[in-house]
């Protein structure tokens, strides 16, 4: 892949493997058609450049001969189906990025059900909107992004386990509405993210799986930043459809990280009870209202809105909508209330969240129970403030408890 934005990889040359239709909704998505100019204002970064084939062997006498970083195929082409291609695309070049779209909600069932799914990357239910063409252009870059993610200990990262590809094309569009939404700077007068294909470095990564195994495999990977995860109910676990595959993954997840957030979805409302004993949330698949409840808990529950300082017992205390707010609260909250969202990692995740990755990483490396915690958070938060650049604080004698005001009187 190439560079478009600082050093995250990117997709910059896309293989439509469709109609004159399917390009003409790129077009209105903000792709550019190869030897065109882009119509995007000089300040607007453009979309990717994209090269037509109305055929399977259209397209492979093309991938012979171009370098591409992603092939979009309808899943009904002229000559043969897009599971097909995709087949015969991975055959001669394994690594590359391969997306069907189709309109036919048939297909949007578990790859239980529809075993050709494998034979490509992802399947999305595509009807026209430009959101989830951006969305898929975003993911492929994410996991492209994933290993130097983890090299470099950037933390901050959201998982999305789902095996249904109709959900999922509704999902990933909002997830990285509120992402990229969220991605700005939390100190006054820092500009935040504009335009359709503006992206930003800052950003938590999205990850999506459609398996148990791949799930597990992706915690274990990113679990040092994993802002939470939003997982189906029942998906494939050992190459079966498992009812209660979500409830495992739960169970899996709590045990490593017991404070990480977990939304659990189902079709079966009844199942609500024994989500939340497995000390997740759960959303009914089934309501009109599915987006909206979603993007409610993750303002809520996940930490995409302000920060609410509570209790141990759950009681709020204050809240804060950035980065000077957040400096004010820290400072004169009860130390039980510093503790219990500085034990909970709390603070790191928020930061990360909105855009704050580095000053998140230098946070997580001050122990909540190291004396004078709450000084050297605060210092972080001014240095911040002040400079626009973190600095690494002195971090000695931090095995040693804190006391609830920060150092200066006894529990």
């Known amino acids: 892949m190439s ?30 058609r190869a030897g065109r100019a882009a119509a995007a204002a000089p300040s607007a970064p453009a979309g990717p450049e994209f090269v037509l084939a109305q055929s399977g062997a259209a397209a492979q006498e093309l991938l012979q001969d171009v370098a591409f970083d992603l092939v979009l195929a309808d899943l009904d082409l002229p000559d043969l189906t897009g599971f097909a291609l995709g ?32 034979e490509v990357d992802y399947l999305f239910v595509w009807y026209g909107n430009t959101d989830l063409l951006r969305a898929i252009v975003w993911l492929i870059e994410d996991e492209a992004h994933l290993p130097q993610h983890i090299a470099e200990h950037q933390g901050a990262a959201l ?7 109709t959900f999922a094309s509704h999902y990933l569009p909002l997830l990285y509405d509120t992402l990229r939404a969220h991605a700005q700077k939390l100190v006054q007068g820092d500009a935040a993210p504009a335009g359709e294909w503006q992206d930003t470095d800052n950003r ?33 676990r050992d190459g079966h459809l498992d009812p209660m595959a979500g409830l495992l993954l739960t169970r899996y997840v709590k045990e490593r990280a017991p404070t990480l957030p977990v939304v659990i979805q189902s ?17 009914w698949k089934g309501s ?14 996940f930490g995409f809105g302000a920060f609410i300082f509570r209790t141990p017992e759950g009681e ?15 400072a004169r909250v009860p130390g039980d209330v510093f503790l219990n969202h500085g034990r909970r990692r709390h603070f790191s995740t928020w930061l990360s969240i909105h855009g704050e990755l580095e000053l998140a990483r ?42 609830p005001d920060g150092g200066r009187s006894p529990r």
Do not use: W
């Not at 079709?267 to 959303?283: E, K, P, Q, T, Y």
């Open 3 to 32: 560079e478009r934005r600082g050093a995250r990889a990117s997709v910059s040359r896309v293989l439509l493997v469709g109609s004159q239709y399917d390009a003409f909704l790129l077009d209105q998505a903000g792709f550019r």
């Open 87 to 118: 087949r015969l695309v991975k055959q001669r070049f394994p690594s590359m990025p391969f997306v069907v779209l189709t309109s036919n909600k048939e297909y949007g069932r578990s790859p239980v059900f529809v075993p050709e799914r494998e």
């Open 159 to 165: 998982l999305l386990v789902e095996d249904e590809a």
């Open 204 to 236: 938590p990564l999205l990850l999506y799986r459609q398996d148990f195994e791949a799930a597990c495999a992706c915690f274990e990977q990113c679990a040092e930043g994993l802002i939470g995860v939003i997982s189906d109910l029942e998906f494939p």
């Open 267 to 283: 079709h079966d409302r009844d199942l609500a009870d024994r989500v939340h004993a497995g000390i997740a949330s759960f959303l």
């Open 288 to 301: 009109d209202r599915l987006l909206g409840e979603l993007r409610g808990l993750l303002e809520e529950y």
């Open 316 to 330: 709020e205390v204050a809240r804060a909508h950035d980065l000077a707010a957040l400096a004010a609260c820290v």
């Open 362 to 403: 230098e946070v997580r490396q001050i122990s909540p129970q190291a004396p004078r915690a709450r000084q050297r958070f605060l210092a972080l938060l001014k240095s911040r403030l002040a400079s626009g650049a973190p600095r690494v604080l002195d971090r000695s004698g931090q095995d040693e408890p804190e006391t």
